[in-house]
């Protein structure tokens, strides 16, 4: 039976099979039943991190009296759901964020900062994920938003439906307003030239973003 630590880009953490690419923190989240309580997160430090720590260190999904590993499909979905990338294993990354969010709002933060602009945006005080309305050909590529009922994730031209286990064939973007899941600070680091690591299932290997919105374009 699968634990429910698998996190969705509308924000609801959920129990699924499927394995994803990046893992993450929020703080301890489970009991010592190993199911989660109703908290969602215990500090505002929400992090993306590699499945496997350049130091080695692991300790299990949920063990008794440590943060919880949360799972994610790639990193657009963590970066939905409010993540940034961790300091310390993605090191790289973190450092290529930070200089987007310079390059997005003309400071260049440290990770606390960061931090508390992200939980401004990304869920209310009810644990709920902030939303809001933007037209969907003005989205940056990497960015979900719900489309006739589903999630999608904005890549080219083209919005790619998303499941736990991958996304599915892509559609046309629509150019009417949509309901976006991606909270704003990250939407404009995204704009300002930050590429996540996509799922396989986006159109190819785990390689980087950039090649792969280049190929989805004509």
């Known amino acids: 039976m699968p634990l429910r630590n698998r996190v969705l880009p509308t924000g609801e953490i959920v129990a699924n099979p499927a394995r994803g690419l990046f893992t993450g923190n929020r703080g301890i989240l489970h009991g010592p039943d190993r199911t989660l309580g109703p908290r969602r997160w215990?500090?505002?430090?929400?992090?993306?991190?590699?499945?496997?720590?350049?130091?080695?260190?692991?300790?299990?999904?949920?063990?008794?009296?440590?943060?919880?590993?949360?799972?994610?499909?790639?990193?657009?979905?963590?970066?939905?759901?409010?993540?940034?990338?961790?300091?310390?294993?993605?090191?790289?990354?973190?450092?290529?964020?930070?200089?987007?969010?310079?390059?997005?709002?003309?400071?260049?933060?440290?990770?606390?900062?960061?931090?508390?602009?992200?939980?401004?945006?990304?869920?209310?005080?009810?644990?709920?994920?902030?939303?809001?309305?933007?037209?969907?050909?003005?989205?940056?590529?990497?960015?979900?938003?719900?489309?006739?009922?589903?999630?999608?994730?904005?890549?080219?031209?083209?919005?790619?439906?998303?499941?736990?286990?991958?996304?599915?064939?892509?559609l046309d973007r629509p150019t009417a307003p949509v309901t976006v899941l991606t909270p704003r600070p990250t939407l404009a680091v995204l704009t300002a030239g930050y590429r996540p690591v996509l799922h396989p299932s986006a159109g190819a290997g785990p390689e980087s973003f950039q090649n792969l919105a280049a190929r989805s374009r004509p």
């Open 42 to 170: 215990t500090h505002p430090h929400w992090i993306t991190c590699a499945l496997t720590h350049p130091r080695g260190l692991y300790h299990g999904p949920m063990p008794d009296r440590r943060w919880t590993a949360l799972f994610f499909l790639d990193e657009a979905v963590a970066l939905a759901a409010g993540h940034r990338p961790c300091a310390e294993c993605r090191r790289v990354a973190y450092t290529r964020f930070r200089t987007a969010w310079s390059l997005a709002f003309g400071t260049r933060p440290r990770a606390p900062e960061i931090d508390a602009s992200l939980h401004q945006a990304r869920v209310t005080r009810a644990r709920a994920q902030l939303r809001h309305q933007a037209p969907a050909r003005d989205l940056p590529d990497g960015s979900f938003l719900l489309w006739q009922g589903r999630v999608h994730l904005v890549l080219g031209d083209s919005l790619l439906p998303f499941s736990p286990a991958g996304y599915g064939a892509p």
